[in-house]
Each structure stands twice: as structure tokens, then as C-alpha cells.
């Protein structure tokens, strides 16, 4: 059995007196697709920020492809990660954001290229030709020149995809990709993540109210409520026959508010 990418023991979120995530453990194995659901402020969204970095813990560990996360071997013993430990494991994992997050200055290619040129020191025309490939695959090398200013909403979020797979990473996160998009652009996104999942061999952690996208897409569904994991399993497991009462009371919600499964 291949060991986990990723590997959280017992870790602890606090923002002052409120505990977000209070000992979550958990594993993903390379190459799984994983769905996170829950109501808002389960915690989903805090692990994807957590695991790219951009939220620390308060205590526990986590591991990245056999490497630990927030701390690093020192003096035969483990301490808090330095800077240059955090990028070099930030190299490893790509986000995609619920508002694109595109440099509004750069032209699509160059928001693409970016990354790949400062932090690897990629030559420009190999980081253009890459970006261009990338474009192609989500369906936006017509609009390289453009400016996100003169993109739609799903255009915005395909270029942010092509970003994040600029360098490269084993792991993709997914926060809400579609939930800041007009009903009729969220099919265009979803099937650029479609073919993500179907082509590549990447680990890929999705946070999502498209409970019938979750339900497609995933190897497994992880249903979370204050913090913790209530129950997980396979798709048609979770959304077919729940077990616990509380993910049965979510999905009759969610069902009900018309996010089909």
C-alpha cells in the first residue's frame, strides 16, 4: 500500500475563543479525489487555507508527501518550519480561490507565468510556452492577451486553474470554485475540473456545495460539522444511505434548497 500525500494528526484551529477545528486527523492518498461538505463554517474551507499555508495551526501535525508541514528536523528533533521550508513545501500543493485571485495588471498569459518564472526561475519562453499549453486545456488560448478586467466570471476561473497547475503541484485544492459564479458559467468550470480529475494523476481536495458534482467527482466524500468528521465514505454511500442523523438533516437542506445529488 502506497503511503498517504497527506497526513493530519490531530490538529487544533483557534481564532481567539472559537475553535474551528478541534483534533481533526485525517489521510488522502496520491491520486484520490476527495469532496469536503458540510454547513458553512464547518472547518472546510480552513483545511484547504491550513494545508496551502495560509493559516497556521495551533497544534498537531501534518504531513506532505512524507514531509512534515509546519515543522522540520533540526538537531535531531522537530521544530517550526522556517520560511524556506514553507515555500519549498508550498511547491508541492497548488489553491484555486473562490474570487479567481488574478493580478488585474497582468495579461491572462503573464498571470499564468509568473509563478513558475520567480519561484522556479523558469526561462520566460518555456513559462509562455507552458502557460499556453495550460490554456489550451481549459479553453482559453484565444484570450492569452487578454485582461481579467474583459473576462466573465468562468473565464476568471479557468485562467486561476491554469495558474495552479503552473507549477506543477501534487496536490490541487479547490475552495467554493463555482459559488461566486452566474448559475449558467458554473457548468464551464466544472467541466475543466472534470477533465482534471479524469486526465491527471493528481491528488485533488474539493470544497463544494454542488452536491451532484461532488457526487461525480469524488472517491470519497468527507461530511464535516463543527470542526470534525462526521461521517465519510463512498459517494453513493453518503448521499444515497447516511448513517448519522446530523449528515441525513444537511443533505434534506441542501436537497431541498435545490442543489441536486
Known sequence: MPSP??????????YGPLTVLDGLSMSVMPGEKLALIGPSGSGKTTILRILMTLEKINGGHIEID????????????????????????????????????????????????????LTKGIARAAAEARAMELLDMVGMADK???????????????????????????IMLFD??????????????????????????????????????????????????????????????IFRNPRQERTQTFLRKVIAAGHRV
Open 66 to 117: 512524507g514531509e512534515q508541514l509546519y515543522h522540520m528536523q533540526k538537531a535531531g528533533g522537530l521544530v517550526a518550519a522556517d520560511e524556506r521550508h514553507l515555500q519549498k513545501m508550498r511547491e508541492k500543493i497548488g489553491m484555486v480561490f473562490q474570487h479567481f485571485n488574478l493580478f488585474p495588471h497582468k495579461c491572462v498569459r503573464d498571470n499564468i507565468t509568473l509563478a513558475p518564472m
Open 176 to 237: 467554493e470554485v463555482t459559488s461566486a459564479l452566474d448559475p449558467e458559467l458554473v457548468e464551464e468550470v466544472l467541466n475543466v475540473m472534470r477533465k482534471l480529475a479524469a486526465e491527471t494523476d493528481m491528488t485533488m481536495l474539493l470544497v463544494t456545495h454542488e452536491m451532484g458534482f461532488a457526487h461525480d467527482f469524488a472517491d470519497r466524500i468527507l461530511f464535516f460539522d463543527k470542526g470534525r468528521i462526521v461521517e465519510e465514505g463512498k459517494p453513493d454511500d
Open 144 to 170: 492569452a492577451k487578454s485582461m481579467p478586467a474583459q473576462l466573465s466570471g468562468g473565464q476568471k476561473q479557468r485562467v486561476a486553474i491554469a495558474r495552479a497547475l503552473a507549477l506543477s503541484p501534487k
Open 5 to 14: 500525500i497527506i497526513h493530519i494528526d490531530n490538529i487544533i484551529k483557534t
